[in-house]
C-alpha cells in the first residue's frame, strides 16, 4: 500500500476545498453582478493569461518527465527536467508580477485608490468585488507556485546528492502531485478570471 | 516514505508517448478555450469554459498525476474530495439562489415597516 501516496492526495483535498471556497465566493459574486463583471473583463490580458497557462502546462510535462527520469534511475534527465519545470514556473511568476504591475499602473486595486479609465461609473463598486476576488485567487496560487518552486530547489539539491532512483523517488513524486494541483487550479482560474466577457484577438 | 522499495514491484512507469500526447492536448484545449471566448454564446459561454477547464484537470489528474495506475483506495480519496467540494458548492448556491424566495414569502424582509405594522 503507498501510504505516501494516499497522504498526499488527503492533504490535496483539504488544498481542493480551501481554493473551493474562494471558487464558490467568485461564483455567488458573479450571479449576483453579471455585468459588473463582465465589464471588467477588457482589463484582463488574455493574450498573457493564455501564454502562462502554456507555460504552466510546459511545466507540468516537466515534472512528469521528472518522475518518470527518477522512476528509471536516471539522475541527470531527472536533474536536467526538475531545472526545466523550475524554469517554467519561474516564468510564470515572473509574468504575473509584470501583470500585477500593470492592473496596479491602472489603477485596478480594489481600495480608495481603485479609479480604472473607462469603466462605467454604475460598475465602479462591484467591479472591485471582482479585483478582490482576483488578487486573492491569482495571490494564493502564487503563494502555492512560490512554495512549489522551493521544493523544486530542495529536489534539485537532493537529486545532485544521488538520492533518487528507481527505489526511492517518493519525494520527487509526491512534489510532483503537488505542482500538478496547482497546475489544476490554473486552468480554473484562467477562463473563471479571464474570460468572462468577450475579446478579441 | 522508503515504502516506495517494497512497493516498486508495480510501481506503473507512464509512456513518453502518453505525456507529450497529453501536454499537446492541454496545449490545444487552452487554445479552444480562449478561441471560444471570443465568440457570443450567451449562457453557453460559462459552460464551454468550465467544461473544457475540468476536461484538462481531469487529464493532468489522470495521466500526469497518475490517479490512473493508482490504488482503488487513493481513486476513492479523490472521489470523495469531489464529494466534498461538491457539498460545499451545492449548499452556498441552493442559499443563495434562493433568498429572494424568502423576500417573497416575507415581504417584510425588504420592507421593515411592513413587518412591525398590526
Known amino acids: 500500500m503507498d501510504a505516501d501516496t494516499l497522504g498526499m492526495w488527503t492533504f490535496l483535498i483539504t488544498e481542493v476545498l480551501f481554493f473551493g471556497g474562494m471558487f464558490a465566493a467568485y461564483a455567488v459574486y458573479r450571479e449576483m453582478f453579471p455585468l459588473a463583471f463582465a465589464a471588467t473583463s477588457e482589463f484582463m490580458n488574455v493574450k498573457i493569461g493564455a501564454a502562462n497557462t502554456a507555460v504552466l502546462i510546459c511545466s507540468s510535462l516537466t515534472m512528469a518527465m521528472a518522475v518518470r527520469s527518477a522512476q528509471i534511475s536516471k539522475t541527470s534527465h531527472l536533474i536536467r527536467y526538475l531545472f526545466g519545470t523550475l524554469f517554467f514556473g519561474t516564468i510564470f511568476l515572473v509574468v504575473k508580477a509584470f501583470e500585477y504591475h500593470a492592473k496596479y499602473v491602472e489603477h485596478l486595486i480594489p481600495g480608495p485608490n481603485f479609479h480604472p479609465d473607462n469603466l462605467a461609473p454604475q460598475f465602479m463598486h462591484n467591479a472591485q468585488i471582482l479585483f478582490f476576488l482576483y488578487f486573492c485567487m491569482t495571490g494564493m496560487h502564487a503563494v502555492h507556485m512560490i512554495v512549489g518552486v522551493g521544493l523544486l530547489t530542495f529536489l534539485i539539491i537532493m537529486a545532485y546528492r544521488n538520492a533518487y532512483n528507481e527505489h526511492y523517488f517518493a519525494p520527487v513524486e509526491m512534489i510532483g502531485l503537488y505542482w500538478h494541483f496547482v497546475d489544476i487550479v490554473w486552468i480554473f482560474l484562467f477562463p473563471l478570471l479571464y474570460l468572462i466577457g468577450h475579446w478579441h484577438w | ?118
Open chain 2, 1 to 118: 516514505m522508503s515504502s516506495n522499495a517494497s512497493a516498486n514491484s508495480h510501481v506503473h512507469i507512464p509512456k513518453v508517448g502518453t505525456l507529450i500526447a497529453v501536454f499537446v492536448t492541454l496545449i490545444v484545449l487552452t487554445f479552444v478555450t480562449a478561441e471560444v471566448a471570443t465568440f457570443d454564446l450567451g449562457e453557453l459561454n460559462v459552460i464551454v469554459a468550465l467544461g473544457i477547464a475540468c476536461t484538462k484537470a481531469t487529464l493532468v489528474a489522470w495521466i500526469f498525476m497518475g490517479v490512473r495506475y493508482t490504488s482503488q483506495l487513493t481513486k476513492l480519496f479523490c472521489v470523495a474530495g469531489l464529494v466534498f467540494l461538491s457539498i460545499l458548492l451545492l449548499i452556498t448556491f441552493s442559499d443563495y439562489s434562493t433568498r429572494h424566495w424568502t423576500y417573497h414569502a416575507r415581504p417584510w424582509a425588504t420592507n421593515p415597516s411592513l413587518g412591525t405594522s398590526k
